[in-house]
């Protein structure tokens, strides 16, 4: 059963750093290509970052482009999000997701997301 | 980035109707669009890929059609369980951005 399970969400002051897991089972996790989509409390879907499967390619929202990081360890079977330069905009439910495939670019499995919350 | 425009942005029925649910991006993506569906307190989950293909274990009242920059997410008959959010997403480009989501509630 694939599984995807977030992890390292809280309260966080502007300007703070966080760093995000999400841990997989259940599928051969350096076959897939990686995303992170987050949700502000009452809004839509939004989304972040995506990593290829060797983690040397990655993609990023302008609005955390240069703030968070997406980054793999295959080893491990663990997805991560660094978030730097926090801001109170960045509150939301983080999901991870895996990307089906390259060519239809569908998010098949969802974590139950981790919340992030900024503020002093 | 490629802006995608849903609508409505809520909807009122009731169970039985069959329902339509539209999705139009701001520039051609071929068929790289997909729906999810997300209730309160869940993740979302993926209902349509490519456009029209049924995700393995969604069922058959749930389809898509359209290419280009319009799509459209239909419900048949619609079930108790269907009342939630759904989400449109291209995935032609990064940013795979997203709808801004149609509430589907109870009439």
């Known amino acids: 059963e694939v599984q995807l399970v977030e992890s390292g969400g809280g309260l966080v002051q502007p ?46 929202a302008d609005s955390v482009k240069g703030r968070f990081t997406i980054s793999r360890d295959n080893a491990k079977n663990t997805l991560f999000l660094q978030m730097n330069s926090l801001r109170a905009e960045d509150t939301a439910v983080y999901y991870c997701a895996r990307d089906y495939d390259f060519w239809t670019g569908h998010l098949d499995y969802w974590g139950q997301g981790t919340l992030v919350t900024v503020s002093s | 980035d490629i802006q995608m425009t849903q609508s409505p942005s809520s909807l009122s029925a009731s169970v039985g109707d069959r329902v339509t649910i539209t999705c139009r991006a701001s520039q051609s993506i071929s068929t790289y669009l997909n729906w999810y569906q997300q209730k309160p307190g869940k993740a979302p989950k993926v209902l349509i890929y490519a456009a029209s293909s049924l995700r393995s274990g969604v069922p058959s009242r749930f389809s898509g059609s359209g290419s280009g920059t319009d799509f459209t997410l239909t419900i048949s008959t619609l079930q108790p369980e269907d009342f939630a959010t759904y989400y449109c997403q291209q995935s032609y480009s990064t940013p795979f951005t997203f709808g801004q989501g149609t509430k589907l509630e109870i009439k």
């Open chain 1, 15 to 60: 300007g703070g750093s966080l760093r995000l897991s999400c841990a997989a089972s259940g599928f051969t996790f350096n076959n897939y290509w990686m995303h992170w989509v987050r949700q502000a409390p009452g809004r839509g879907l939004v989304w972040v970052s995506r990593i290829n499967s060797d983690g040397s390619s990655t993609t990023y």
